[in-house]
């Protein structure tokens, strides 16, 4: 079935590059998912070198991309930091594109389960390589989206230097990043477990996330967009519009 679908992937992505985009991939000004069909392809990274939103990247971007660009928005998420965190021995072996980047959308799916151990955890990010992104491709604002897929993985150990790290853990101990941003989003729009943790008594360690992000990505405006909340009576809103009050301040408490 995978194989199929892998088969079927190929020719979608093919038929687009060379029926829909052909000649015209110069005037492509905002290209993302269709990397996700091929991993990252040849022509896929060439055609990022003229886009001004692009994404997911994969490991073949720090291979591949030579162009200076500047981007309004670039997508970052698993492919990415699983490659650089299970392959990475040392911060210095990874040379990142010379570009910029207004925002920086992290996209990542919510759990991931270890098929060795057959445990599922809240999805880590590499968060020393987020530091130097937003570093060194001068990125204005964050966009965080959480999606619900689970991801599979086998084996999956981050490499010590990488600082793995997870929105849930406990905030006291997050250290505070210098790259002030202009705004962080957090969008829930495709989240099940986010979503419920910072709405309902549910998820309690959730109620990290918002402490988390103020410390990872300091700014004075953060938003959270794609609550979608079910409730008939004004007394379930308010249990819900509560959930969100501590969530927000839950580092005052
Ligand atoms: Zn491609």
Known sequence: ???????????????????????????????????DLCNGCSDCVKMGESC???????????????VPNHFDNLVVGDPFFDFIATKSDSLEEWNLPMISCRNLTIDCAEMKIDLTNLVSSVTQMPLKIVEMMMKKWKVKSVKINSRSMIKDIFNYKHKEIIAPFRLTDPFATTEKSESKLDHVELNLTRSSKCTRGITTEEVEEYRNVIANIRRMFPTDHIKITGVYVQSSTLRELYGVLNCLKETIYHENQ
Do not use: A
């Not at 992505?13 to 990397?35: K, M």
């Not at 001004?52 to 030579?66: A, H, V």
């Open 1 to 35: 079935m995978w194989m199929v679908q892998k088969v079927f992937w190929k020719q979608v992505h093919d038929s687009i590059i060379s029926v829909l985009i052909g000649d015209n991939h110069n005037l492509i000004e905002e290209i993302v998912g269709l990397t």
């Open 52 to 66: 001004r939103g692009y994404g997911p990247i994969y490991p073949s971007f720090l291979e591949k991309y030579i």
